[in-house]
């Protein structure tokens, strides 16, 4: 949040009352929608910001590197007070403790930005919103060099039960989860129905992982054609971007 155009005042994680499901899906969200994502310092950690402190530097307290004396980040007092006690004082949140633990949401963080990376598609391809017929639905494709990716995110806190089709002829029957081994075997009628948790999140890529073999040398403005032959339609939302 920004105060007067001045500045960010406020972290993600204590807006979110340190919501793991919500941060998660907002960081998904974010590395997944067109443009480039940014990242504030601490924030992979779920830092916390200190309101009592004047404008912008409520966000801009201390690295907390570890639960040593003034977070690891100076022997010295430090000029911005670091943030002690409570759900996100150093002692609880900070890079020591959470690099140890597997499941941290700093451990998360580095394996979602290394992926993102795998999937150069979001920054140079074009994209396609697949309608449903839930809201709280999105779902979005990209297309490039004849590789696609596709995104699905709940933005509900309850379970949703979606159907859908890739888009992309029959490559599209197949969706590889890149982030875990939930895949997605489209039936008869080339529909997906995948039951997405609350605030729950999926990257997949069409048509499996020996999507290389497919990559294309040059940039093509023709649809996507499946590795059976068959061409997907146009795309109706279709940006280039450089990432």
């Excluded at 949140?93 to 597997?102: E, G, K, L, S, Y």
């Excluded at 979005?140 to 004849?146: A, G, V």
């Excluded at 040059?218 to 339609?233: C, E, F, M, Q």
Aim: proline share 6%.
């Amino acid at each position: 949040m920004q105060l007067y155009d001045r500045g960010i005042r406020r972290r993600l994680a204590p807006m979110l009352a340190g919501d793991r499901r919500r941060l998660e899906l907002a960081y998904s969200l974010m590395f997944t929608l067109p443009g480039t994502p940014v990242i504030r310092y601490g924030d992979e950690l779920g830092m916390g910001d200190d309101l009592s402190l004047p404008e912008r530097q409520c966000a801009r307290t201390p690295m907390q590197w570890s639960d040593e004396p003034h977070a690891g980040f100076t022997k010295s007092r430090p000029v911005v007070p670091v943030i002690s006690g409570g759900a996100f004082g150093y002692e609880h949140v900070n890079v020591a403790q959470q690099r140890r633990d597997p499941n941290s949401l700093l451990n998360w963080t580095e394996r979602i930005i290394r992926m993102r990376k795998e999937v150069p598609e979001i920054g140079w391809g074009g994209y396609e919103v697949i309608p449903t017929r839930d809201h709280a639905i999105l779902i979005i494709r990209y297309d490039w060099r004849n590789n696609s990716v596709l995104f699905v995110h709940n933005l509900d806190a309850k379970p949703r039960e979606i159907v859908f089709s890739a888009g992309v002829g029959d490559a599209g029957g197949l969706l590889v989860n890149v982030l875990s081994g939930d895949h997605s075997r489209a039936d008869d009628a080339g529909q997906h129905r995948l039951v997405m948790e609350g605030y729950g999140y999926r990257w997949y890529r069409v048509g499996g992982l020996d999507y290389l073999l497919d990559r294309s040398e040059i940039d093509t403005d023709s649809p996507v054609k499946s590795r059976r032959g068959a061409r997907a339609k146009p795309s109706v939302m279709r940006a280039h971007r450089k990432q």
